[in-house]
């Protein structure tokens, strides 16, 4: 099975500081790869993801993120945070080929910004 | 539009009881997922149907049985489930177009559930 592994469980930020939340994956072949978004008490919500194409993909809310396929990395970022982005962000990957467009996500990591 | 609906937002159930989750799309999706998360941890999938048929079963007890009476909807029919059954019910769906690699899977809002 594949893994996706998000090594930062909880970060704890001041808003404005600019933010990389991590994401590595393990698998050789091709790959799409998403970054979701859960905020208290709501529902999961689709930030970006990346097919192909150019490595560095901009989503919603200022988000972008960077596919480096030598080192099966798709790290999160922004510029400078606010106090509205703390939730859980949640890394998923899936492999071309794989049944059915199963998603392997990770543990997830906790983002709380103060104001 | 990219809007999964589901029904209850909350259900709270005895362990003998029989309920049902629903779930709905009307983005002309194919394929439907049903996940199961517990608090601070990723989705878990349970199953997932593509076209109206179940591809997928993740070894789930058989006190969950999933039915798809067509293309927009989905149900998870609960029986004699357990407490450490309680926990967020994600329904999603995505196109089904897994040959140009581009399907999405878009989540509703999920449906709390609590087993006494």
């Known amino acids: 099975a594949q893994s996706v592994s998000q090594h930062n469980h909880h970060v704890i930020l001041s808003e404005a500081a600019s933010l990389e939340l991590g994401c590595n994956y393990s698998y050789g072949g091709t790959v799409n790869l998403f970054w979701y978004v859960q905020y208290p008490g709501q529902h999961l919500q689709l930030l970006l993801k990346y097919f192909s194409g150019d490595p560095l993909v901009k989503g919603i809310k200022g988000f972008e993120a960077e596919f480096i396929k030598s080192k099966f990395s798709f790290n999160l970022r922004k510029p400078s945070v606010q106090w509205s982005d703390t939730a859980e962000y949640f890394c998923?990957?899936?492999?071309?080929?794989?049944?059915?467009?199963?998603?392997?996500f990770g543990r997830g990591t906790q983002l709380t910004v103060w104001p | 539009d990219t809007e999964v609906t589901q029904t209850p937002k909350h259900l709270v159930m005895g362990m003998t009881n029989k309920k049902s989750l629903k779930c709905e799309q009307h983005m002309g999706h194919r394929a439907m997922y049903w996940y199961k998360q517990k608090a601070k941890k990723p989705p878990e999938l349970m199953f997932v149907y593509s076209y109206e048929k179940l591809s997928i079963n993740e070894s789930v007890p058989s006190r969950f049985s999933p039915e798809c009476p067509n293309s927009s909807l989905l149900n998870l029919h609960l029986h004699a489930l357990q407490p450490e059954d309680s926990a967020l019910y994600l329904c999603a769906s995505s196109q089904g177009r897994l040959a140009d690699g581009t399907d999405t899977q878009y989540f509703g809002p999920g449906t709390r559930l609590t087993v006494l």
């Open positions: 998923a990957v899936r492999t071309r080929g794989s049944t059915l467009g199963r998603l392997y």
